[in-house]
């Protein structure tokens, strides 16, 4: 039986652009799955697609249980939609905002009044609930953005970049509400640019590049994939660089990488912490000072740039982002 | 599957034509709270009307020639019908604007994805800026009362004539306003909304009886403004009022302008409706 979510085949063109090149996607219920890219990989598309907001070109989906092309109102009442802008009503108040959405999910006014008021309360925006959302900081906004994607608690959820823009205490706090939300056993479909976040809150992530998934796993299969751990040493003098490597070389499983300005090392290792010890030994032994040390696990931006030659972008998309990186893209060096 | 089953707690419309209704009235309120939070909006979109009554009552009033005559009063009873009905007209900016904004805002995508009735969002708007229209012909008949407008002075009228007047012109207002809505989900900005919507209005309200009379234009300018949709509201309006100022010419639309009037701004609505939904269905911000 598929999952929650199902796409097969989906493929979908703009003009000469291929933005969905055949996206297959299989979601388990009360699951997360990370869809990670970077801009214009088709992130959005897919799941403009999924949510009945755009007919794919090609291809099957299925939320749900329901056939998104055949009965898209019928999903629409499934699922709940929490996009790259918030998208709340700014001269309306929080009260306001969700009692429409409410209403127009088709509950009853006085339903929808008293859902709101719940919502409220939950995302902790009671005390704001009857001021415009004009006067909301970004973070109550996506917060309220949120709640209006629960009213009705739907069974599957999908998040477009929930946090872009978010600063870092807002971007933790609306992790945390997505936790608490998954763990009631909704079925998450996040995009994201931030690969700490697909980290941080998906149990599965696909890796999505020019409109196909280009890999898929847990974090740590992902990682796996991209290889093993590596040592950093930061000496503190310039002159310690080559009796450093020197030693690195003995314990490392590839060659050694030397930045002169940082005065940083990185070498390639299998042997996790007790392999730490023992090159820190080794290097006080020789006498020599270092300012830094670590084991580093790959991280997902390695993973990304292993898998497309390009680490992942992260610029801002739209007016809902600020203070995104602008060209990061940088050429793999092999 | 227990997903599925989770999720009824919405129950599917039993009617579409009561869901399409009430989720238009939701639509409609929320556009209203807007309106009453956003008072200048409502303020600026009357400036520009009573100026035209007083610019055009006072500066033309002595020059025109209406029918015979070239009298002040003769003028100020004629140019009242064309004032109002090419301030209903304006609303279609207005409208286009909203829609636009909701768009570029990512509103448009929200409601896409509730399960709500497809036409809803609009005719929601397109209402809320009828009762903003209604508001402003008010507030205008008012300016007019004052600067010396008076139904009557050229033939029959009672109040059912000049409520039915208003009538007609709340017709318009509410037809053009899909026209509105169609522009503002073809446009990607606000910005372009408004000006795309004003542009093509000001041909359409000047190439008519509004301001003029069409018996002095060149012969094919003055078919096409008797043909004009917008010139049997306003000649509806002259012969409802009894104004001065009523075409005679053979033009079905001038010899049966209620009629016309009607048929026009019904036409409007179907064709402008269905466009302007289709469009929401397939938008993509």
Same mark, same amino acid.
């Given at each position: 039986m598929p999952g929650a979510i199902y796409a097969e085949g989906l493929v979908k063109t703009f003009g000469d652009v291929r933005a969905l090149d055949g996206v297959d996607l299989d979601v388990p219920e009360g699951t997360v799955l990370g869809l990670l890219g970077p801009n214009g990989a088709g992130k959005t598309t897919t799941v403009r697609c999924l949510t009945t907001l755009l007919r794919p070109d090609s291809g099957k989906a299925v939320v749900a249980g329901i056939d998104v092309l055949k009965q898209p109102d019928a999903v629409r009442r499934s699922i709940g939609l929490s996009g790259q802008f918030a998208a709340v009503d700014e001269y309306l108040t929080g009260r306001e905002n969700l009692q429409m959405v409410g209403q127009l999910y088709q509950m009853r006014a006085k339903q929808a009044k008293a859902r709101a008021v719940e919502l409220l309360e939950q995302f902790h925006l009671t005390d704001a609930a009857d001021r415009p959302t004009k006067t909301y900081s970004g973070g109550m906004r996506r917060r309220l953005d949120l709640a209006a994607a629960l009213v009705v608690s739907p069974p599957v959820m999908f998040m477009d970049e929930?946090?872009?823009?978010?600063d870092p205490r807002n971007r933790q706090q609306l992790w945390e509400v997505i936790k608490q939300l998954v763990s009631g056993g909704t079925t998450l479909l996040l995009t994201t640019q931030y690969l700490e976040e697909a980290d941080h809150l998906a149990h599965d992530i696909a890796v999505v590049d020019q409109g196909k998934v280009i890999a898929k796993g847990t974090s740590d299969q992902l990682k796996a994939r991209t290889g093993g751990e590596r040592v950093e040493v930061v000496v /503190?003098?310039?002159? /310690?660089i080559q009796t450093a490597a020197d030693v690195l070389r003995g314990f490392g499983k590839g060659d050694t990488t030397v930045e002169e300005h940082t005065r940083k090392l990185t070498v390639p290792v299998t042997g996790g912490a007790k392999l730490l010890a023992e090159i820190i030994r080794e290097l006080d032994t020789r006498g020599i000072e270092i300012d830094d040390i670590a084991l580093r696990r790959p991280t997902l931006d390695d993973v990304f740039l292993s898998l497309t030659g390009h680490v992942a972008e992260e610029k801002p998309e739209g007016n809902g982002a600020q203070g995104g990186r602008k060209d990061t893209r940088k050429e793999a060096v092999k | 599957m227990s997903a599925v089953s989770d999720a009824v707690r919405v129950a599917p419309p039993a009617n579409a034509v009561t869901q399409s209704f009430r989720d238009s009235m939701v639509v409609a309120k929320r556009n209203l709270i807007r309106m009453s939070r956003i008072p200048e909006m409502i303020i600026y979109g009357l400036i520009q009307p009573i100026m035209f009554v007083v610019l055009f009552t006072y500066v033309f009033g002595g020059s025109m020639q209406i029918g015979g005559s070239t009298s002040a009063v003769d003028y100020k009873n004629f140019l009242m019908a064309g004032i109002f009905a090419q301030t209903v007209t304006f609303a279609t900016a207005s409208s286009g604007a909203g829609i636009a904004d909701d768009m570029h805002k990512g509103l448009i995508d929200r409601f896409r994805s509730l399960p709500m009735a497809r036409g809803a969002v609009l005719t929601g708007r397109t209402l809320a800026d009828s009762v903003q229209t209604a508001l402003t012909l008010v507030v205008l008949a008012v300016v007019a009362l004052i600067v010396g407008w008076r139904v009557g002075t050229d033939g029959d009228t009672n109040v059912g004539k000049v409520l039915a007047a208003f009538g007609l012109l709340l017709l318009l207002g509410y037809a053009f306003t899909w026209i509105g809505a169609l522009i503002g989900m073809s446009v990607r900005t606000p910005e372009a909304a408004t000006s795309s919507g004003l542009i093509w209005l000001f041909p359409v309200t000047f190439i008519s009886n509004a301001f003029v009379? *069409?018996?002095?234009? *060149?012969p094919w300018l003055r078919h096409i403004a008797e043909w004009n949709p917008f010139s049997a509201t306003v000649q509806a309006c002259r012969v409802l009022f009894g104004n001065p100022g009523q075409s005679h010419s053979g033009a079905w639309p001038m010899q049966h302008s209620v009629w016309a009037s009607l048929i026009y701004s019904v036409l409007i609505i179907a064709i402008f409706r269905t466009l302007a939904v289709r469009k929401y269905r397939s938008a993509t911000a």
């Amino acid at each position: 039986m598929p999952g929650a979510i199902y796409a097969e085949g989906l493929v979908k063109t703009f003009g000469d652009v291929r933005a969905l090149d055949g996206v297959d996607l299989d979601v388990p219920e009360g699951t997360v799955l990370g869809l990670l890219g970077p801009n214009g990989a088709g992130k959005t598309t897919t799941v403009r697609c999924l949510t009945t907001l755009l007919r794919p070109d090609s291809g099957k989906a299925v939320v749900a249980g329901i056939d998104v092309l055949k009965q898209p109102d019928a999903v629409r009442r499934s699922i709940g939609l929490s996009g790259q802008f918030a998208a709340v009503d700014e001269y309306l108040t929080g009260r306001e905002n969700l009692q429409m959405v409410g209403q127009l999910y088709q509950m009853r006014a006085k339903q929808a009044k008293a859902r709101a008021v719940e919502l409220l309360e939950q995302f902790h925006l009671t005390d704001a609930a009857d001021r415009p959302t004009k006067t909301y900081s970004g973070g109550m906004r996506r917060r309220l953005d949120l709640a209006a994607a629960l009213v009705v608690s739907p069974p599957v959820m999908f998040m477009d970049e929930p946090t872009t823009g978010l600063d870092p205490r807002n971007r933790q706090q609306l992790w945390e509400v997505i936790k608490q939300l998954v763990s009631g056993g909704t079925t998450l479909l996040l995009t994201t640019q931030y690969l700490e976040e697909a980290d941080h809150l998906a149990h599965d992530i696909a890796v999505v590049d020019q409109g196909k998934v280009i890999a898929k796993g847990t974090s740590d299969q992902l990682k796996a994939r991209t290889g093993g751990e590596r040592v950093e040493v930061v000496v /503190h003098e310039r002159d /310690h660089i080559q009796t450093a490597a020197d030693v690195l070389r003995g314990f490392g499983k590839g060659d050694t990488t030397v930045e002169e300005h940082t005065r940083k090392l990185t070498v390639p290792v299998t042997g996790g912490a007790k392999l730490l010890a023992e090159i820190i030994r080794e290097l006080d032994t020789r006498g020599i000072e270092i300012d830094d040390i670590a084991l580093r696990r790959p991280t997902l931006d390695d993973v990304f740039l292993s898998l497309t030659g390009h680490v992942a972008e992260e610029k801002p998309e739209g007016n809902g982002a600020q203070g995104g990186r602008k060209d990061t893209r940088k050429e793999a060096v092999k | 599957m227990s997903a599925v089953s989770d999720a009824v707690r919405v129950a599917p419309p039993a009617n579409a034509v009561t869901q399409s209704f009430r989720d238009s009235m939701v639509v409609a309120k929320r556009n209203l709270i807007r309106m009453s939070r956003i008072p200048e909006m409502i303020i600026y979109g009357l400036i520009q009307p009573i100026m035209f009554v007083v610019l055009f009552t006072y500066v033309f009033g002595g020059s025109m020639q209406i029918g015979g005559s070239t009298s002040a009063v003769d003028y100020k009873n004629f140019l009242m019908a064309g004032i109002f009905a090419q301030t209903v007209t304006f609303a279609t900016a207005s409208s286009g604007a909203g829609i636009a904004d909701d768009m570029h805002k990512g509103l448009i995508d929200r409601f896409r994805s509730l399960p709500m009735a497809r036409g809803a969002v609009l005719t929601g708007r397109t209402l809320a800026d009828s009762v903003q229209t209604a508001l402003t012909l008010v507030v205008l008949a008012v300016v007019a009362l004052i600067v010396g407008w008076r139904v009557g002075t050229d033939g029959d009228t009672n109040v059912g004539k000049v409520l039915a007047a208003f009538g007609l012109l709340l017709l318009l207002g509410y037809a053009f306003t899909w026209i509105g809505a169609l522009i503002g989900m073809s446009v990607r900005t606000p910005e372009a909304a408004t000006s795309s919507g004003l542009i093509w209005l000001f041909p359409v309200t000047f190439i008519s009886n509004a301001f003029v009379d *069409t018996g002095h234009m *060149t012969p094919w300018l003055r078919h096409i403004a008797e043909w004009n949709p917008f010139s049997a509201t306003v000649q509806a309006c002259r012969v409802l009022f009894g104004n001065p100022g009523q075409s005679h010419s053979g033009a079905w639309p001038m010899q049966h302008s209620v009629w016309a009037s009607l048929i026009y701004s019904v036409l409007i609505i179907a064709i402008f409706r269905t466009l302007a939904v289709r469009k929401y269905r397939s938008a993509t911000a």
